[in-house]
Structures are given as C-alpha cells and as structure tokens.
T-cell receptor, first 112, second 113 residues
Framework: RKEVEQDPGPFNVPEGATVAFNCTYS??????FFWYRQDCRKEPKLLMS???SGNEDGRFTAQLNRASQYISLLIRDSKLSDSATYLC?????????????FGKGTLLTVNP | NAGVTQTPKFQVLKTGQSMTLQCAQD?????MYWYRQDPGMGLRLIYY???????DKGEVPNGYNVSRLNKREFSLRLESAAPSQTSVYFC????????????FGPGTRLLVL
C-alpha cells in the first residue's frame, strides 16, 4: 500500500451535489490527519483537521477509521468556489512526527 | 500580518548555477519547512527546522542545503542546479510542529535549463 493514497479523480459535479473523497494511509502509527485545499497555482491551505470522533465544519465532514486506516471528506451542497484540489495529509513516516506525507490530491470541479 | 513570504516568485537557472530561495514568517512560529511539488508526485519534504538553531533532512534533501537564519527566516540553497530540480518550492511554518496547522507561502516556480 502506498503511504497515502487518494481517489484519483477528477470529480466533476453540479452545484448542490454531495461529493465524497477517500484516502488510505499505510503507517498505522500515524497520529495526525488533515485535509488541505489547493487552488490552481496557489499554495495549500488547511481545510480541516481530522479527529478520531469525526468532525464537521459547515458543509464539510471528515471521518477517520483507524482500524481500516482510512480517512474521508464529505462536501455537501457543493459550491462553485469548492472547485480545487483536495490533499489528504498524514503525519509520521518512520516514527518521525515531522514528516508529513501528502497525497497526490483529488481535483474537484463544481459546474454551474 | 503577511504570514509566510517567499522570494523570488519565479526563477530560471542554467544547469550548474546556484541560488538561494528565501522564506520568512511573521507569526512567531517555531517550526519551518521546505517542500517541493512536482506533477503527479504530491508535496515532498526537503528539509525542516523544528526550532531556531536546528535543521533536519526530509524525504528528498539531496542537492539542497538550508539555513535557519533566525526564528523568522529559513532559506533553501541549490549549490549546483540540475534539471531534476525544476519544481515549485513551498515554504511553510507551524507553531510547534506538523501536528498543527501548517501555513504555506505562495511558492517559488523554478525552471532549470
């Protein structure tokens, strides 16, 4: 299994749709999990951290399943402004807390 | 409050030339990072500095050196640029470590001919 693997995408959805992204990670010792968002030719920005109990921020819901080493991001009522690449990020390679591993990203395009 | 700033924004080098990428943050963060982003590869950590005075190698350190000049500034140097170093370079910082939010600079687009 690759260290962090995401849905290859791209995802093209209409406004108002619900879309879900999945991510798996290989290091069972990983402790921190995040979703970042990256707009075209821009820097990544934190969308949300992912907690064991799951967490929600408005239209966005993140879930973590440690047993399956699986992270998900659900976007409800998609907006045009949600169009971006979504990066799954996991910390801890080789026991180092400083080595974040980024997934390759999933491109989302929300269409009018 | 500018966050994380990087200079230059764009650079073209010839093989063998050297250059330094500059990064500064004004958030009083302890940890700083350098990443490179290549198509189809995702972001990869080059070097990091857990705190002022310390630096450590990341996943892809070969061909690079870094200096944590002070708490604010973390520079990345290419001593002898190679075409394989053509990439987008991002600097980032976080308050105490990667378990916290990382704030990224706008990136430097480097082309090595």
């Amino acid at each position: 299994r690759k260290e962090v693997e995401q849905d290859p995408g791209p995802f093209n959805v209409p406004e108002g749709a619900t879309v879900a992204f999945n991510c798996t990670y290989s290091n069972s010792a990983s402790q921190s999990f995040f979703w970042y968002r990256q707009d075209c030719r821009k820097e990544p920005k934190l969308l949300m951290s992912v907690y064991s109990s799951g967490n929600e921020d408005g239209r966005f819901t993140a879930q973590l399943n440690r047993a399956s080493q699986y992270i998900s991001l659900l976007i409800r009522d998609s907006k045009l402004s949600d169009s971006a690449t979504y990066l799954c990020v996991v910390n801890g390679r080789g026991g180092s807390n400083y080595k974040l591993t980024f997934g390759k990203g999933t491109l989302l395009t929300v269409n009018p | 409050n500018a966050g994380v700033t990087q200079t230059p924004k764009f650079q073209v080098l010839k093989t063998g030339q050297s250059m330094t990428l500059q990064c500064a943050q004004d958030m009083n963060h302890n940890s700083m990072y350098w990443y490179r982003q290549d198509p189809g590869m995702g972001l990869r950590l080059i070097y990091y500095s857990a705190s002022e005075g310390t630096t450590d190698k990341g996943e892809v350190p070969n061909g690079y050196n870094v200096s944590r000049l002070n708490k604010r500034e973390f520079s990345l140097r290419l001593e002898s640029a190679a075409p394989s170093q053509t990439s987008v370079y991002f600097c980032a910082s976080s308050e105490f470590g990667p378990q916290e939010t990382q704030y990224f600079g706008p990136g430097t687009r480097l082309l090595v001919l």
